[in-house]
């Protein structure tokens, strides 16, 4: 058997199976300027999915609209969510400028100060799911700057 550790992982994706299709990925192209690194369209459903990081290679975001010919359809994915259970977080070092481009495009919460010093921005996307933007000590990332 291999020996297998956190070493081994080199990428991280989530997906997100959504009511419109095509308004969520309206939502995370234009709003969030996300880019697109695969798309598809089949008798299942249409998905596409978005890039984080250097060269849109270091995480992952699908966004997927299930027809019911997909087997593993369920009818809650046809409603919004009713709670924050999940929420996805994306942080950059640009919090005002987002604050800015967003107010005349989409709703969201302004910028706000938690305890441990991050400021957030938070909005929903068409699936009522909760985006938070943030800015400040992000674990794991290393400054430009470090040797």
Known sequence: MANVSNKSWFSFKTVLRVRDFEASKKFYTEILELPIVEEWDAPEGKGC??????QAREGFLEIYGMATLDVRHDASFDRPLANDKVDVQLGTDALDAWATKLSSRWKFEDPATTPWGQR?????????????????????????DAS
Do not use: C, K, M, T
Request: aromatic fraction near 12%; proline fraction near 6%.
């Open 49 to 54: 999915v978005f890039g984080f990081g250097s």
């Open 120 to 144: 957030w921005i938070r909005l929903r996307d068409p699936d009522n799911l909760l985006i938070a933007l943030y800015e400040g000590s992000n674990p794991g990332r290393v400054s430009s």
